[in-house]
């Protein structure tokens, strides 16, 4: 079965510092990474896509891709209280008609200390 | 624009009753997608949609699950004879058509405690 791993955490992290999370895949053939924001009670928002080896960066947030570690990371910085929140990590998963779903790994628990 | 919507936001059901989950996709949008989270768990995939037609079943949990999808729209997800591991928060997403490069847009959840 194909699994997206991450460190559930927590992680703590002092305002105005870098988070750095971290997610690992078995699927070598996976292809795009997914990065969501879930609150406590609330349903997952998309923060980050990427496909491509290398850094994607968006305002405060760069993801990172290595296909050849098969390590996706998402780096947060000057990170602020409202950061805090259980960040999923996501890889497409596959049947014999194409994409139908997400493999989540199972969140890391992000802590932002004031 | 309305987002992803679900109803009930929370059932408490007694074990071996039959409960009935709804979905209301963003419109337009072809792809629906449900999830189960469990305390403590990941997120877990349960079954897709494209249009009415549902490809692969083999990610409902057991056979008292069951899913459908009328008009291209609204899905229910139908839980018979629940037991209390059906307890869990059900997540709907929608997203403009299948695929790896589309964002999946979550609906709020529903809650289902099972007694």
């Known amino acids: 079965q194909k699994e997206v791993e991450q460190n559930s955490g927590p992680l703590s992290v002092p305002e105005g510092a870098i988070a750095s999370l971290n997610c690992t895949y078995s699927?070598?053939?996976?292809?795009?990474f997914f990065w969501y924001r879930q609150y406590s009670g609330k349903s997952p928002e998309l923060i980050m896509f990427i496909y491509s080896n290398g850094d994607k960066e968006d305002g405060r947030f760069t993801a990172q891709l290595n296909k050849a570690s098969q390590y996706v990371s998402l780096l947060i910085r000057d990170s602020q209280p409202s950061d805090s929140a259980t960040y999923l990590c996501?890889?497409?998963?596959?049947?014999?008609?194409?994409?139908?779903?997400?493999?989540f790994g199972k969140g890391t628990h992000l802590i932002i200390q004031p | 624009g309305a987002g992803v919507s679900q109803s009930p936001s929370n059932k408490v059901t007694e074990k071996g009753k039959d409960v009935e989950l709804r979905c209301d996709p963003i419109s337009g949008h072809t792809a629906l997608y449900w999830y189960r989270q469990s305390l403590g768990q990941g997120l877990e995939f349960l079954i897709y949609?494209?249009?009415?037609?549902?490809?692969?079943k083999s990610g409902l949990p057991s056979d008292r699950f069951s899913a459908e999808r009328t008009g291209g729209s609204v899905s229910t997800l139908t839980i018979q004879r629940t037991q209390q591991e059906d307890s869990a928060v059900y997540l709907c997403a929608s997203s403009p058509t299948s695929g790896s490069w589309y964002e999946q847009f979550f609906g709020p959840g529903t809650r289902l405690t099972v007694l």
């Open positions: 699927d070598r053939g996976s292809q795009s």
């Open positions: 949609f494209q249009g009415n037609s549902a490809p692969d």
């Open positions: 996501a890889a497409p998963r596959y049947s014999g008609g194409g994409a139908d779903g997400l493999t």
